[in-house]
């Protein structure tokens, strides 16, 4: 028996599942919809006044399109109050029958499924994506387009959580680097330098996995790189990077100098082997030798993924001190001991 118990328990304790989110905004309700496919839809200025209003949560074939099995389109704008500008927010969208893309002001941030022609289906994978602080038009309106495709039976934004959440004990970062980021795949152990000129570089929205940003199905090595001003009021703190989830294994250098690292990287693929570091949360000391206030500091984080989704894909990402740091894994832990003391009691 305790053994069952254990594997329950090591199940529900597992990242996602020990989540708790609180709603930022309620998305539930009427969405501009139609049916067909163009990309076009995506766009943050086209113009669906004439589309057909639908209610969310529910399959489309109950609100009025019977029978219909293919691609269709959603469509919602809202405005996030300013006063959420410092969370790392979620788009959370319950199940969606069969395959998605989401669009936010335009951009892909997430999709889960296959489309035809290498059609597979998602229905009963539950949808979470980051939206990117560096594309939310705080205190203004924002534009969601979600694309869809269906094979048979019901299709649409089925059921769920429907709406913009964040985490509750979110860590307090001194600095907030999600955003755009230099990119680039490969491997040159030289890209760790400071002085390597990557303007040339794609750019990269942190965090989020590759595949959803232009790399779909790449497998391999990859390097991020950031640079930034430290302010001056953090110079006597001691601070540490962090990272949030990476998948799969990371190596973490900062003003060329390495920090860290989670799982054991090799130069050579064929000699990598990992397992669970990608539920891993990433957290790199910055040692006080390494750090320069006033002016720029680099990250450069190297990455290899061996197969699915690659990248530095959940947050949080920047800096934090050390002190807001254990305030956070304080309380992670006693989120931890609160399901054991629902399980078994005190």
Not at 48 to 56: A, F, G, M, P, R
Not at 201 to 228: C, H, M, S
Not at 232 to 245: A, F, H, P, R, T
Not at 249 to 260: L, P, S
Request: proline share 4%; hydrophobic share 35%; aromatic share 18%.
């Amino acid at each position: 028996m305790r053994f069952y118990y254990l594997v329950f328990l090591l199940f529900v304790i597992q990242p996602g599942h020990s989540q708790q989110w609180e709603q930022v905004i309620n998305l539930r309700g009427t969405w501009k919809f139609e049916i067909g496919d163009n990309l076009k839809w995506a766009d943050t200025h086209f113009d669906d006044h004439s589309w057909t209003n639908i209610h969310v949560p529910d399959s489309w074939e109950n609100e009025g399109f019977p029978g219909y099995d293919g691609y269709a389109w959603y469509r919602r704008n809202f405005i996030i109050p300013t006063s959420e500008s410092e969370s790392e927010l979620y788009l959370r969208l319950g199940y969606i029958d069969d395959v998605d893309e989401v669009y936010f002001n335009g951009t892909l941030i997430g999709f889960t499924g296959s489309f035809p022609p290498d059609y597979r289906t998602a229905y009963n994978e539950p949808r979470t994506y980051v939206l990117p602080t560096s594309l939310i038009n705080f205190g203004k309106e924002n534009v969601l387009a979600i694309r869809v495709f269906d094979e048979q039976l019901e299709g649409g934004i089925l059921r769920g959580d429907i709406g913009v959440y964040k985490q509750r004990n979110q860590m307090e970062l001194a600095m907030n680097l999600s955003g755009e980021w230099k990119f680039r795949t490969g491997d040159n152990f030289s890209w760790k330098d400071e002085d390597i000129n990557d303007s040339h570089w794609n750019t990269i929205l942190v965090p989020g996995f590759w595949e959803t940003q232009g790399y779909q199905d790449y497998d391999g090595f990859a390097w991020y790189r950031k640079e930034f001003i430290l302010p001056k009021d953090l110079e006597n703190k001691k601070l540490i990077l962090v990272l949030g989830k990476i998948d799969d294994i990371d190596e973490c250098y900062f003003n060329g100098t390495k920090i860290g690292a989670t799982g054991r990287m090799r130069d050579h693929p064929e000699d990598i082997r990992f397992s669970n570091e990608y539920q891993e949360f990433r957290a790199y000391y910055l040692p006080a030798s390494d750090l320069r206030f006033g002016s720029k500091n680099t990250i450069a984080v190297r990455v290899y993924d061996g197969f699915i989704d690659g990248g530095i894909y959940q947050g949080p990402i920047g800096i934090t001190t050390r002190e807001k740091y254990l305030d956070w894994k304080n309380t992670q832990s006693r989120d931890t001991f609160n399901i054991f003391e629902k399980l078994f009691g005190k």
